[in-house]
């Protein structure tokens, strides 16, 4: 059983206090495979969630440039506090649904980062 860090209450206080302000309503959903994990049920949370601008890269066939490509990507972050999170382990491959959103955003689960002290943090990408 871990113990808990001096630090702790006050870096739950603080996360409480940016959630207070930037969290917004998502849906998780748990997928298996492509289709719905039956073992984790869907789960809808207040996180603060980032969506970076869309980005145009550009890959070239080096120096002799006999082939390119665009490739347009963006990228988000929900960033859930340990406080407050009760829910399945989010994997690769889920689905976050953005509720406050116009047009209600789907983004899949690229990866998540689970060894920050104050919170899970889940990297998205389209869906």
Known sequence: MPLDAPFQSLRDDIAAEVDAVFAEPV?????K??????????IQIDAPLRVGDVEMGD???GRTSDWSTQIA???AVLSIAWATYSGPEIRKGDRVKALARAG????EVKAVGDRKASRLIVYLGNA
Do not use: H, K, N, Y
């Not at 849906?27 to 997928?31: A, M, T």
């Open 27 to 31: 849906r998780i959903s748990f997928l």
């Open 33 to 42: 495979r492509g289709v719905v994990d039956p073992d984790r049920a869907m």
């Open 59 to 61: 890959m070239s066939g």
């Open 73 to 75: 990507g963006s990228t």
């Open 104 to 107: 209600e955003p789907w983004f």
